[in-house]
C-alpha cells in the first residue's frame, strides 16, 4: 500500500498499515482499457518481424545456376 505525507508531500510504500501523523493511504489510479484495433495488432506483427533478406552464399549459387 502507497501513503502520502500530507505536509511534505512525500510517497511511500509498506505492507504494513500505517497510522496517525500526517501520512494518508494513497488510492490507485483506475485502469483504462487500451482501444485495439484488431487490424492495427496484425500491422504491428508484420513490421515487428520483417523478412530476413537472401544470404549470400545463396545468390552467388543462383548466379552459378544462370551461367
Known sequence: MEYRNKTT?????TDC???????????????????TDPADAEEDE???AP???AKPAARRAA???EA
Do not use: F
Open 9 to 13: 508531500g512525500a510517497l511511500i510504500s
Open 17 to 35: 498499515a500505517i497510522s496517525g501523523g500526517d501520512w494518508e493511504p494513497v488510492k490507485p489510479a483506475a485502469a483504462q482499457p487500451e482501444e
Open 46 to 48: 508484420q513490421e515487428a
Open 51 to 53: 523478412a530476413a533478406p
Open 63 to 65: 548466379k552459378k545456376k
